[in-house]
């Protein structure tokens, strides 16, 4: 089970970032972006829960509650992904990714205190 969780957080963590990364740097939201957004929430979410599993479903404490948060705004960051790209602006198309980037800064505060904390 924690080698399931791991590598699902981790491909989380790479879908997440080239992601968030390759929209900066293309200046505006593709398709493929909000695709491998949905591939990043789907995988951090069967990791969180394998890992969640391990653990005992510890809530409340300071991992706890920011990954509940990360994964809470990564969901509203992909909707709002799908409902932007729907819309046709093109001018919400090119600011997402100020979104997208605090988005993924808040993300890696779990991710990085899972690691440091080994929590």
């Known amino acids: 089970m ?9 491909l989380a963590g790479l879908c997440y970032t ?3 990364f390759a929209e900066k740097m293309q ?18 979410t069967v990791g969180t829960t394998a890992m969640s599993k391990i653990s005992g479903a510890v ?4 991992h706890g509650l920011t990954g509940l948060l990360a994964i809470f705004l990564m969901g509203i960051h992909t909707i709002w992904a799908i409902w932007v790209l729907y819309a ?9 990714h100020k979104f997208s980037t605090i988005v993924w ?3 890696l505060i779990p991710m990085l205190s899972g690691i440091i904390l080994s929590v």
């Open 88 to 96: 046709k602006d093109n001018n919400l198309k090119i600011k997402f």
């Open 2 to 10: 924690l080698l399931t969780a791991i590598i699902f957080i981790n």
């Open 105 to 107: 800064i808040i993300w």
């Open 27 to 44: 200046k505006i939201l593709k398709r493929w972006h909000v695709v491998i957004f949905c591939l990043g929430l789907l995988f951090d």
């Open 59 to 62: 809530l409340f404490n300071f």
């Open 18 to 20: 080239l992601a968030v």
